[in-house]
């Protein structure tokens, strides 16, 4: 683009001035994005828990039903606390936007979870009952907690993949837009430049004509 007069370097400037602020608070943006982000990272740590939540609980079911009496006492106690955090942790993915894939994934942990549940409920109501009489439940445990886990873990690393293609893909975005912005201020300076050869050449003409 090639300034004839200094009105069209004004209205340059302005453009260059206005993308330059667009860019900048673009880079800024993508700065803040993984904080405003859609929560992968919390979400992914919370499937990351329910893995090692439902194992800790197949085991303590074990215990209650075959450990020595502290380990059967410990173990009482250990439900307590991790059943209900494991039940929180699933409410929290419940009611969590996830992916298409991912809430595919998280709907076939539904019958699991709600056989574990309840299995693990019974459990803790009949600690005082002979050890034979959860033998059922401590079985169902058993069961559903190996596919709990195996879908848990496909959720997990959905949720891996899926950030980390996030951050891959905001880098890129990022590099692209600090690239438009050097390139802004390249042409703006080159632009500088030019008008002030424009200038310069007017003057010269404005004294070639007095003469």
């Known amino acids: 683009m090639i300034l004839h007069t200094l009105q069209q370097f004004k209205v340059l400037l302005r453009i260059l001035c206005i993308g330059g602020c667009v860019l900048v608070l673009c880079l800024l943006f993508l700065e803040s994005t993984p904080i405003l982000s859609s ?12 893995k090692a939540l439902v ?5 303590d079911a074990l215990l209650i039903e075959d450990g020595t009496s502290d380990q059967h006492i410990q173990a009482i106690n250990e439900l307590q606390i991790t059943l209900p955090r494991w039940q929180s942790n699933q409410n929290q993915l419940h009611a969590s936007i996830l992916p298409n894939d991912v ?9 699991d979870y709600t056989a574990i549940n309840t299995a693990l409920q019974t459990i803790l109501e009949n600690t005082d009952h002979p050890a034979s009489t959860i033998d059922i439940e401590v079985a169902i445990v058993e069961t559903h907690e190996q596919e709990y886990y195996v879908n848990m ?11 980390t293609s ?9 590099c692209f837009l600090e690239a438009l912005l050097l390139l802004g201020a390249l042409f703006f300076l080159l632009t500088i430049e030019r008008s002030s050869r424009v200038k310069l050449r007017e003057k ?4 070639a004509d007095s003469l």
């Open 39 to 50: 929560g992968i990272p919390q979400l992914t740590g919370i499937a990351a828990s329910q």
């Open 204 to 207: 010269t003409r404005e004294g």
């Open 166 to 174: 996030s951050i891959n893909w905001l880098f890129g975005l990022e």
């Open 103 to 111: 809430n595919i994934l998280f709907e076939a942990t539904a019958s």
């Open 153 to 163: 873990s496909q959720i997990l690393s959905l949720l891996q993949n899926l950030w």
């Open 55 to 59: 194992e800790r609980l197949a085991k």
